[in-house]
């Protein structure tokens, strides 16, 4: 894994531009610890950063080789992200003459578009956002993977053209301020900390969304479709449905486990990484690689403060114990405490470039930190809820008949929290309204189906282009921040295409949430672990947090240059902080995010506004 950036300028010389280049692409430096580099000519720069994971010593980027057929013009690539199926292109491409100076998959993406063209992201499996620039027709194309795991985001300007696997990257450049919109504050304080697919939130940046390509030239900039969701008829009964998610499944985790680099899994013990690291032993097993290596998250004192609810029916910890004795893996249990992740708010915004999931993304961030002292790649079961349905919303029907994106219910309650000055210019409920209608309408429906079938696949839609997209950029940012590739094997686009057309009543056979998941691994789990409660990634329970952040922002609220001051509603979050529980159960966002975690979002967005030094454009 790596950071990307680059600049087209068609009214400057960039080969004089080496500082600014060079500026760009040091931002990106916790992306790839490992190594650095840069390609200039007249018109485009392009600056990288490497973490080695395949082929350390050979892979170097920005990666050059010749046009077919043009030995005096070149084709120039940098990437980010990681190939499943490089064995099988770089066979193919042997067989039409190409000869490999590297072992790495980046090399065979280079000559996969040297040889197809933008055709190539078709035969492309993995996760990828990358750039390559055609020295012939003084021609930009990018592309990200199917699912979104991958970021890139871009901006473009009259003559000029910039991109970066993040925010940041872009923002160094001195001619590009960093600016807001209400259309930004309107995806901060609305929908975020999700985002509607390819907005930059930044004024006029942009990202690239999932399955998309994008081409740049002296005519313009043009973006399409190579993928997207498709419905036809499921035509597998339920056995022969559980044998192939099975099949998909084992195959994809053996494809991401192939590294050069040392690499382990995430285990909560629940359904998800059990089943990951299962299949993780098991491949190991088979090919004599020893021991898996797993880790997990927890917090200081909450076995003592644990609750019990709809969206966290039980603990990991017994669960985790379970797993590790079963699959005698090499387990690294991690704590953290209140005062860390109160500290790690800020370096999970320095992360994302804008606030994020609170403590959340702070506690994923200090768990990758932990986890990169001793691995360097590390499977995770990111997006099994979404494809399969697993999340409490797939199952209510408040949710199912709530007109308005599940996990962000409390609409009213998020524009009450704004100052009227914000209100007037956003209209929050008006802009979710839109947003929500512009997802719905994307849904492909299958001809013929009833009522149950379309709620149910409009369910899937919103959760598979609009929730997971919000899980997987937390996933990237915060492990990236600190140099740890994460791989995701349930968004293998197989897999996510497959399931996508299998029915309701099949996805929960045996009348549970992933009850065709659960099915599918039986006697590769225990029955106890088969069949536990669904429950999402742990967060902290301890009373210490909500005080501390609570504390914390009334803090800055008492300051008069408080930039947050003139954006909220500064005395509905005072009384909100002073109510006796000060709504430690409030649904802010999904299943994690209630009342502490609003008031961290808040803290967030406050040093977001003071550090990047954000100008309102309203």
């Not at 035969?123 to 970021?151: H, S």
């Not at 600190?482 to 968004?491: A, I, Q, S």
């Not at 009342?595 to 977001?608: E, I, K, R, T």
Request: with cysteine; proline share 6%.
């Amino acid at each position: 894994m790596c950071g990307i950036t680059g600049w087209i300028d068609w009214n400057m010389d960039l080969t004089t531009q080496a500082d600014t280049i060079e500026k760009m692409t040091e931002t990106l430096e916790l992306r790839g610890p490992d190594a650095t580099g840069t390609w200039l000519s007249q018109h485009c720069a392009f600056g990288h950063r490497r973490l080695s994971v395949m082929d350390p010593a050979n892979g170097a980027q920005p990666m050059v080789r010749p046009a077919k057929g043009l030995d005096n013009h070149d084709c120039v690539l940098v990437y980010n992200g990681e190939l499943y199926n490089a064995p099988e292109l770089r066979k193919q491409l042997e067989g039409l003459g190409y000869r490999f100076r590297t072992t790495c998959d980046t090399e065979v993406l280079l000559l996969s578009y040297v040889e197809w063209g933008p055709e190539c992201v078709e035969k492309l499996n993995g996760i990828f956002a990358f750039a390559v620039w055609q020295t012939d027709e003084q021609k930009l194309f990018m592309a990200r993977d199917r699912l979104g795991v991958k970021p890139l985001f871009y901006r473009r300007e009259e003559g000029r053209f910039m991109f970066g696997s993040e925010p940041k990257a872009i923002l160094a450049h001195p001619d590009v301020p960093a600016e807001i919109d209400a259309e930004g504050l309107a995806e901060l304080f609305v929908i975020g900390p999700a985002r509607t697919p390819g907005h930059g939130v930044w004024r006029d940046f942009l990202e690239l969304k999932p399955g998309h390509c994008l081409q740049y030239d002296r005519n313009g900039l043009r973006t399409f479709a190579y993928w997207q969701l498709q419905s036809t008829e499921h035509e597998e009964n339920v056995e022969q449905t559980a044998e192939t998610v099975r099949n998909l499944l084992a195959d994809t985790v053996e494809r991401q486990l192939v590294s050069d680099v040392p690499i382990c899994t995430l285990l909560s013990g629940g359904l998800d990484s059990s089943a990951l690291t299962a299949l993780a032993v098991d491949y190991y097993r088979r090919t004599n690689q020893g021991n898996v290596h797993t880790f997990s998250v927890d917090y200081a004192d909450n076995d003592k403060h644990f609750q019990a609810h709809d969206f966290q029916p039980n603990s990991d910890a017994p669960w985790i114990k379970r797993m590790n004795e079963y699959l005698s893996t090499i387990h690294h249990p991690k704590q953290f405490d209140t005062p860390e992740l109160v500290q790690a708010l800020e370096a999970a915004v320095l992360a994302k470039d804008t606030p994020g999931m609170a403590d959340i993304d702070a506690s994923l961030y200090l768990f990758c930190r932990e986890i990169k002292k001793e691995a360097t790649v590390a499977i995770s079961g990111e997006a099994a809820d979404e494809i399969f349905g697993g999340y409490p919303w797939f199952h209510r029907e408040d949710a199912l008949k709530a007109e308005t994106f599940p996990w962000s219910l409390a609409t009213g309650l998020r524009a009450s929290l704004l100052s009227p000055e914000l209100r007037e210019k956003i209209r929050p409920q008006q802009y979710l309204g839109d947003r929500y209608s512009q997802a719905i309408a994307e849904v492909p429906h299958l001809d013929g189906e009833d009522e149950t079938r379309k709620r149910m696949r409009r369910m899937s839609y919103l959760n598979i282009t609009r929730f997971m997209p919000t899980l997987l950029d937390r996933k990237d940012r915060m492990s990236m921040a600190v140099g740890l590739e994460v791989r995701v094997p349930f968004c293998d686009h197989r897999l996510v295409e497959y399931v996508w057309n299998i029915p309701w009543e099949i996805k929960t056979a045996g009348t549970r949430e992933k009850g065709i998941l659960r099915k599918a691994l039986e006697g590769v789990l225990p029955d106890d672990v088969l069949y536990r409660k669904k429950s999402p990634y742990p967060k902290t329970h301890n009373p210490n947090y909500l005080a501390a952040v609570r504390s914390q922002l009334l803090e800055r609220l008492d300051d008069p240059a408080c930039p947050l001051k003139p954006l909220i509603h500064e005395s509905k979050i005072r009384e909100l902080a002073a109510a006796s529980d000060a709504s430690s159960h409030l649904p802010w966002f999904g299943q994690l995010m209630s009342g502490p975690q609003l008031f961290a979002y808040l803290l967030q967005m406050d040093f977001w506004l003071k550090r990047y030094k954000v100008k309102l454009v309203l």
